[in-house]
């Protein structure tokens, strides 16, 4: 199984010690079950750093591309509630990117991520997608692996920034996306330090503006566990 859907809302953001708590019980409480209720959304997953002590990612994995411009998705962004209200701008440092799904391998949710932010160098864009493809294939039925897939930021053109985006201010935006995920962590590192290490994505085409992030499994909810509360 790959990740659910043919697109996805990738995340980075950084949170203050003294509003953790809150953070938590907001997110999972009120702010996972209100997207999670929106059609088109499949399953949405927040990973707590393993390397920055205030750095998360999230990742809403949707249906269709068509589902970040629906009108159920963009009610939500421009009326959000009085709790999203004064969380939002404790969502420092905001990296948003709405992103096609490329290549998928694997799936499920196991308890380690690892993140890739990279882009192509000019005129090596085919050559870096296949040589990516052809990794993620390999390693994602890896012992101590469960999937690697390859995501390309698309984002929809709108009229003007939603209102969550103005409580936040500017957010930006990654290009090209990987992820690997895995039960053993330790094998998530080998894959970030072997083939997806930086001199090895340099050679096969990616610019020299790469960010990796290590993760831990924080919650993961999907529109069935809302129906069940």
């Not at 209720?37 to 499949?42: E, K």
Request: charged content about 20%; aromatic content about 8%.
């Amino acid at each position: 199984m790959s990740l659910l859907g043919k697109a996805a809302v990738a995340m980075w953001w950084s949170v203050r010690p003294e509003q953790r708590t809150e953070f938590g019980d907001w997110h999972s409480h009120e702010h996972f079950p209100e997207r999670m209720s929106i059609p088109g959304f499949r399953r949405g997953s927040r990973w707590t750093s393993t390397t920055d002590a205030e750095g998360f990612f999230v990742l809403y994995e949707l249906e269709q591309y068509e589902v970040l411009t629906s009108k159920g998705y963009l009610d939500r962004l421009n009326a959000p509630t009085p709790w999203s209200t004064r969380m939002m701008p404790h969502h420092l440092g905001m990296v948003r990117s709405q992103c096609r799904i490329v290549a998928s391998f694997g799936g499920g949710v196991a308890t380690s991520l690892a993140t890739i932010r990279l882009s192509p160098e000019a005129g090596r864009d085919a050559q870096l997608q296949t040589r990516l493809s052809e990794t993620l294939s390999a390693l994602a039925l890896q012992p101590g692996l469960t999937g690697a897939h390859l995501l390309f930021t698309d984002t929809p053109r709108t009229s003007a920034p939603t209102t969550e985006q103005q409580i936040r201010g500017r957010d930006g935006a990654a290009d090209w996306i990987v992820l690997l995920s895995g039960y053993d962590a330790d094998v998530v590192d080998a894959g970030i330090a072997g083939q997806f290490s930086p001199s090895s994505l340099h050679a096969a085409g990616a610019g020299e503006d790469i960010m990796i992030g290590r993760y831990r499994l924080a919650f993961t909810m999907t529109p069935q566990d809302v129906a069940a509360i």
